[in-house]
Nanobody
Framework: QVQPVESGGGLVQPGGSLRLSCTVS????????MGWYRQAPGKQRELVAQ???????NYADPVKGRFTISRDNAKNTVYLQMNSLKPEDTAVYYC?????????WGKGTPVTVSS
């Protein structure tokens, strides 16, 4: 099963920014809805942003106005631009299909927001 590869996480101060990237192999990528998920310590994984093949987007309330999801189908890559980061954004971030199971879960990329 295809496994996404996430990157771009790190340690950032509150109010800072990070840009996450996720690359997935295979041509099916360009026709499916992709999402960014996160899992904080002791919590369930949650969907925070999604983008359709037609580039329509949707965001969870906690990240609206701060996060922007985008995709480059030529590169089989989905991005998450995260601005105005808060300590409660600390989590491991994953990308995967939304509403399907074509891909396994990748290792994720950890984001820590702390002063």
């Amino acid at each position: 099963q295809v496994q996404p590869v996430e990157s771009g996480g790190g340690l950032v101060q509150p109010g800072g920014s990070l840009r996450l990237s996720c690359t997935v192999s295979g041509s099916i990528f360009r026709v499916i809805t992709m999402g960014w998920y996160r899992q904080a310590p002791g919590k369930q994984r949650e969907l925070v942003a999604q983008i359709t093949s037609g580039t329509s987007t949707n965001y969870a309330d906690p990240v609206k106005g701060r996060f922007t999801i985008s995709r480059d189908n030529a590169k089989n890559t989905v991005y998450l631009q995260m601005n105005s980061l808060k300590p409660e954004d600390t989590a491991v971030y994953y990308c995967n299909e939304v509403g399907g199971s074509r891909y396994s879960w990748g290792k994720g990329t950890p984001v820590t927001v702390s002063s």
